[in-house]
C-alpha cells in the first residue's frame, strides 16, 4: 500500500495483523510500519475498530497507546475471513 493523503486500512486486514501475530499489543506506528501508511492514519484505523468493540486499547502513558484484539474482534475476523 502507498502512502497517500488519507489511505485507508481495511479492516480484515488490520485485525489479520492482531490475530496473527504472536505479539499481543501493538502501537500505531507498528501498525502504520506494516501497512506502509501514517501512523495518524493508522490510529484512526484502529479507533475505529475499536468504536466496534473488535480493538480495545490502553493509554499507559502521557503519548503511548497500545491496542489489542478482543474476542469479538477476533470472532469478526474468523467469520470475515472465511
Do not use: N
Request: aromatic share 8%; proline share 9%.
Amino acid at each position: 500500500m502507498s502512502r497517500g493523503p488519507d489511505p485507508k486500512i481495511d479492516p480484515v486486514e488490520l485485525l489479520h495483523e492482531f490475530v496473527v501475530s504472536p505479539d499481543p499489543a501493538f502501537v500505531p506506528a507498528e501498525i502504520a510500519e506494516s501497512f506502509d501508511t501514517s501512523t495518524e492514519t493508522a490510529r484512526k484505523a484502529m479507533d475505529r475498530l475499536v468504536d466496534r468493540g473488535l480493538l480495545a486499547r490502553k493509554k499507559p502513558g502521557e503519548r503511548t497507546v497500545i491496542y489489542w484484539v478482543t474476542d469479538d474482534g477476533r470472532r469478526h475476523y474468523s467469520e470475515e475471513s472465511t
